[in-house]
């Protein structure tokens, strides 16, 4: 483990709102957006809009760039990537580490535990 | 953020915990090699065939029932046991690392008494546990 899993919470703490969420599906679907354009689409004023982008930005899930008078905001996929690569890595131990736990106590049958596939970890 | 796993064994609960708690069984499934004091803060290391080391203080410990490790990153695995008709169900959940939750929900305004200092307890690591390990590395 590199240590580096911080961004993992920011961005769960980021999409664990519905507005937030929203945002950033729009956003996605669109490719690129700004706050004045995201206002005339969702059902909240521009400031409101304005605010949620700078603060997703400053969690790294929007890249923010100047256009114009306007900012302009693509999302970034790597935070994301981070939170799907510790889940699936630390799932994928998971999984073998009870597999080997069932195929462990398998071995160690005692008073009623009788097993005929002790490595069968499916059925 | 969480991954949480569920397996049921054939297996009684105090069949189950004995392979959670001591050593030589957690050898078998968990880690090439373990040390673990099964006992509320208790410390552990684990160590893998790739080189991997890592240590844990034991959080909370409820015999048969429940086992909660901090890792020395931060993280956090519970492994909770509960008889069922089939046998034992083992349910664990491991918490990612958190760097300092109360900052960065302050980043997102997710909150508007952003002044609040960082509540102790509740669902972030409790600092008796931090504090006992920093004693217990420092000794």
Known sequence: MDG??????RVFAALGDAGRRSLIETVATRGTATATELAAELPVTRQ????QLSALAD??????????????YEVTPAPL????????????AWDERLAALRRSLGGYGKS?????????SRS | MEVEREIVVPETPDEVWEALTEPERLEEWFASEAEL???PGGEGVFRW???DERRVVVRELEEERRLVLDWDDGGTVAIELEECED?????VVETSPEIAPALELRALSLEPSAAEPPTPGGKTAPPDAALAWTAATAA
């Not at chain 1, 580096?4 to 919470?9: A, K, L, P, S, Y």
């Not at chain 2, 046998?87 to 349910?91: A, I, K, L, P, Q």
């Open chain 1, 112 to 120: 009623r535990s009788i097993r005929q596939a002790p490595d069968d």
């Open chain 1, 59 to 72: 969690a790294g899930l929007l890249r923010a760039t100047r256009s114009g008078r306007e900012t302009r």
């Open chain 1, 81 to 92: 990537e981070e939170a799907i690569e510790w889940m699936v890595s630390v799932g994928t």
């Open chain 1, 4 to 9: 580096g899993h911080g961004g993992v919470d």
């Open chain 2, 49 to 51: 065939g790739d080189g």
């Open chain 2, 37 to 39: 004091d099964a006992r």
């Open chain 2, 87 to 91: 046998g034992t169900r083992v349910r």
């Open chain 1, 48 to 51: 409101a809009v304005a605010k």
